[in-house]
């Protein structure tokens, strides 16, 4: 099976990139930007290498093809990077011999340590114009690399010019990109994500966008969407380095032909993926200094002012203050704004300035939040670099795609805190406990759950148990409960149970009156208003049960009465009756009950308000569960066919045409169908099994 990887080239600028991977690929990538039309280019920038690697004791011989992102100057660097990084964590750095290491050498080192690349094949080109220092610049750029917390896996001396190296210099590679392969987290099992770098028509074909899959597989006649815009897409066609493709997988570069049902606006930094992104104005981030922030501010004060620093005695720090950035992410670049937020050893200190943050040499890390002019399609767990006044460079990860309206100031640094160690399952339970709708599905945790992590995390927050948490609460180490497709924290849970058997017991008269009932919409609009709909007949029929309120089809009664009526012996068996045989005549009913007519239609008031059986069409009667299984019958006839007739409802049903037409008739009278021409269609959704 060939295997397939994206890579970018670091280095100076004229330290020989272009004519390195001219002479590895046999095509210089400069060239073929004014290169004829392809049916669907796929080359601008790039240049392929193709390696057949040679079989061992372990591994079978397998073909590699190598996509090389070649980025000349810094500012194409930042923009056409990043999406070449996301899919391996390694880079080809060229470093001239007869210059070592230059300015652009340094900054595309920080960079790449910024977005996660802690490995690097280095190639120390150019040997033929300074063979006796290719050991000063190997020993020079280590101890560089070693300071960003970066390893060379391996070092190849080489020159385009007389190709010596060129090919040991292609199969180090081969064999390293293969290692990684097989020592890396499977990207295959993750939902596709391709960041959008070109977008162009081409004739005969329509809408074509080019990136590099960083994660999962798309196939011909994936049905995708490209964000932010939510705009739907089927793939119509998929190629990549001029050969066309049934499927692709992680670490491809692919030029994808789509279709629209309605022509989209498209730009550089879209998103192509199954899931939706949610478009995010504010950022929730750790940023990493590696040395930038010295840009902006003097030690002693200056331009920003300083303070006194209780860690440091009596010295003083400079204050860093709110400032306009420039975020890259992806093949997106975002202006915005960013605010930093306390450090974790400073929050407790209110007399601080939130906008002041002490700055310290190093690597150190800050939480901070960025304010984006326009919306973007960033994820949780994605690195980025961002660039501010005239040199600053600094980055790190992005731990929230959002920042929630109802998090009080309080909650961010602990959140964060949760976050930044890698206790997902914590930060589940976290905001659990804090979202005010309470219960929650997997979907609405993706703002800060990375998509490889949401599975782990999800089933860890269930399992409760200690958790070292810098959050003083105990609540973080109870296990959380699920119930349908929700999530929620029993603490809060409990707190809005006891509400509800006080509101209910308190509103209801403690008699025998049908009529003496509380709808579940009422009580969600007082107690819960922002507690999902279809969560509360959840609650209230499995949180509830057994309690002092129990639930009657949309209604909550007390627990006494509710047993007082369809708990009598008449009424269990005339429930009895309709659930063996699934419609029945109120007078055909009532003889086999020994019950008059009058009594039985009591009986199937009692019945309905407890959501056991309903009167159908005046003349009949059926239990719920006919009800709602004849529900999922017209769910399945309406997907199928877009229509529902008699006919083929009753031969689902497997009753008389008149229980048919009763039921029809029932399911019309409460707007669950509504008749068209001869047939039916379907308005209400059926139940879930």
């Not at 958790?467 to 609540?475: F, L, T, Y």
């Not at 009422?522 to 922002?530: A, D, M, T, V």
Request: aromatic share 6%.
């Amino acid at each position: 099976m060939t295997k397939y990887f994206t890579i970018a080239t670091a280095g100076h600028v004229d330290h020989g990139k272009t004519s390195l991977l001219k002479a590895l690929t046999g095509v210089n990538p400069d060239r073929l930007k004014e290169e004829r039309e392809r049916e669907m280019t796929t080359d601008l920038g790039f240049a392929p290498l193709f390696i057949k690697a040679a079989a061992d004791s372990q591994q079978p011989a397998e073909d590699i093809v190598v996509g090389f992102i070649d980025v000349p100057g810094h500012g194409k660097f930042l923009k056409n990077m990043l999406a070449g990084v996301g899919g391996l964590h390694l880079a080809l750095l060229v470093v001239a011999a007869d210059e070592g290491i230059m300015p652009q050498t340094l900054q595309h080192i920080k960079i790449l340590s910024l977005l996660g690349v802690r490995q690097v094949l280095l190639a120390i080109s150019k040997i033929d114009l300074a063979p006796e220092q290719v050991h000063t610049v190997r020993q020079s750029v280590e101890a560089l690399l070693t300071i960003y917390n970066m390893q060379a896996l391996a070092v190849q001396p080489v020159s385009a010019l007389s190709l010596t190296g060129i090919e040991a210099l292609s199969d180090t590679l081969a064999g390293l990109l293969l290692h990684l392969h097989r020592n890396s987290p499977a990207k295959a099992e993750l939902a596709a994500y391709l960041p959008v770098d070109r977008v162009f028509n081409k004739s005969g074909y329509g809408k074509v966008v080019t990136g590099t899959l960083v994660e999962g597989s798309i196939k011909v006649g994936d049905n995708l969407i490209l964000s932010p815009g939510a705009v739907p897409a089927r793939v119509r066609g998929l190629e990549t380095f001029g050969r066309k493709l049934e499927a692709a997988h992680a670490g491809q570069r692919l030029a994808v032909n789509l279709a629209f049902k309605d022509e989209p606006k498209l730009s550089r930094g879209s998103v192509l993926s199954p899931l939706p992104c949610a478009p995010a104005f504010t950022l929730l981030v750790t940023i990493e200094d590696l040395g930038g922030l010295e840009y902006f501010g003097e030690e002693g004060g200056g331009a920003t002012g300083a303070y006194l620093d209780p860690a440091r005695g009596s010295s003083t720090v400079p204050r860093l203050k709110p400032q306009p950035i420039k975020l890259y992410h992806g093949t997106a670049e975002y202006p915005g704004y960013l605010r930093w937020l306390e450090p974790a050893a400073c929050a407790a200190d209110s007399s601080r300035d939130e906008e002041d943050l002490p700055a310290q040499k190093g690597n150190a890390l800050y939480f901070a939040q960025i304010a984006l002019d326009e919306p973007g399609s960033v994820r949780a767990g994605d690195r980025f670099v961002l660039r501010y006044g005239d040199h600053g460079i600094a980055g790190g990860s992005i731990l929230g795609a959002d920042r929630p309206h109802w998090f009080k100031r309080a909650d961010i640094q602990p959140f964060l805190s949760l976050l930044s160690a890698g206790q997902y399952a914590g930060a589940v339970r976290f905001v659990l406990q804090k979202h005010p709708q309470l219960a929650l599905k997997a979907e609405q945790m993706s703002w800060f759950l990375p998509q490889s992590q949401a599975s782990a995390a999800l089933a860890a927050a269930l399992e409760g148990g200690e958790n070292p948490s810098p959050a003083e609460d105990r609540g973080l180490n109870v296990a959380a409960k699920k119930l349908g497709e929700y999530f929620y924290h029993p603490l809060p849970m409990a707190r809005l149970e006891k509400k509800v058997s006080a509101y209910v017991l308190s509103n209801l008269a403690q008699d025998s009156q049908a009529s003496s009932s509380l709808s579940l919409e009422s009580l969600r609009q007082k107690l819960c208003p922002f507690l999902d709909r279809s969560f509360l007949p959840l609650l209230t029929t499995e949180v509830l049960a057994g309690n002092l309120v129990q639930r009657q089809g949309d209604k909550l009664v007390p627990a006494a009465r509710a047993s007082r009526g369809a708990g009598a012996d008449k009424g269990r068996q005339v429930l009895s009756i309709l659930e063996a045989q699934p419609v029945l005549e109120l007078s055909e009913l009532a003889k086999q009950c020994g019950l008059c007519e009058r009594d039985l239609k009591e009986i199937m008031e009692e019945l309905s308000t407890a959501g056991a059986a309903e009167i159908v069409s005046y003349e009949f009667a059926a239990s719920r569960k006919t009800i709602e299984a004849g529900h999922r019958h017209l769910g399945k006839l309406w997907q199928a066919r877009r229509d529902i007739s008699p006919s083929e409802f009753r031969e689902a049903m497997q009753v008389s045409r008149k229980y048919t037409m009763a039921l029809l008739a029932y399911y019309d009278d409460h707007q669950i169908t509504r008749r068209v021409g001869n047939g039916r269609m379907l308005l209400k959704a059926p139940p879930k099994q």
